[in-house]
């Protein structure tokens, strides 16, 4: 599985950003795709993830202000009341048969 990611930049404290991720290649029987961050010295976090039977999981510190959506082709977040915190580095996640697939990451500032 190919994850291209797409939709990162510069957003100011208050704003909205939609990250896409598209799966291709051998996407038969992927289970869940999800979203992670990242920042510099810290550990990859969760940031939403959705499964083929379409349940959410959101990250506490997203719930109402991110939203996940897909159809198990491609990905989404839309992230809205975007905050300073927010800045990080975004990857996508496929899992498929018990085996995970990384994106390569996007850049998202939250910057006045």
């Known amino acids: 599985v190919q994850l291209l990611e797409s939709g990162g930049g510069l957003v100011q404290p208050g704003g909205s950003l939609t990250l896409s991720c598209a799966a291709s290649g051998n996407i038969l029987g992927i289970a869940a795709m999800g979203w992670y961050r990242q920042v510099p010295g810290n550990q990859r976090d969760l940031v939403a993830v959705?499964?083929?039977?379409?349940l959410t999981t959101h990250a506490e510190s997203v719930e109402g202000r991110f939203n996940i959506s897909s159809d198990m082709k491609t990905v989404n977040l839309r992230m809205n009341m975007m905050k300073p915190e927010d800045t990080a580095v975004y990857y996508c996640?496929?899992?498929?048969?018990?085996?995970?697939?990384w994106g390569q990451g996007t850049q998202v500032t939250v910057s006045s």
């Open positions: 959705i499964t083929s039977g379409g």
């Open positions: 996640n496929v899992r498929r048969f018990g085996l995970e697939c």
